[in-house]
């Protein structure tokens, strides 16, 4: 009844930039916390920023200061600004959403579908 698309990655250049986004569509009461994960090349998957539905923001400490979460609750919308770009940040990005299937009482989380960002000269 969710699905999540992710857009916005590619190939940059080390110190460049990109935003990703993530569009939640179909069956949804609400949207509580949004998330951006990573996977990089042999590595876990790893939580990098987060935002509640009221705007508080977490960031993981490899990316404080770089990257920015935001959204915009009316699209149904995360974005991750991504800046000074380094090679170590190439990964496979992930948005996961935790949502309020419309309807329903439970909430359940969804994932989209990844894009690639590959940092490198």
């Known amino acids: 009844q969710v699905q999540l698309v992710e857009s916005g990655g590619g190939l940059v250049q080390p110190g460049g930039s990109l935003i990703l986004s993530c569009a939640a569509s179909?069956?949804?009461?609400?949207?509580?916390?949004m998330g951006w994960y990573r996977q990089g090349p042999g590595q876990q998957r790893e939580l990098v920023a987060a935002i509640t539905r009221s705007g508080a923001t977490s960031y993981a400490d490899s990316v404080k200061g770089r990257f920015t979460i935001s959204r915009d609750n009316a699209k149904n919308t995360a974005y991750l600004h991504m800046n000074s770009l380094k090679p170590e940040d190439t990964a496979v990005y992930y948005c996961?959403?935790?949502?309020?299937?419309?309807?329903?009482?439970?909430?359940?989380?969804?994932w989209g579908q990844g894009t690639q960002v590959t940092v490198s000269s």
């Open positions: 996961k959403y935790e949502v309020q299937v419309a309807y329903t009482s439970a909430t359940s989380s969804y």
């Open positions: 179909g069956s949804i009461f609400s949207i509580y916390n």
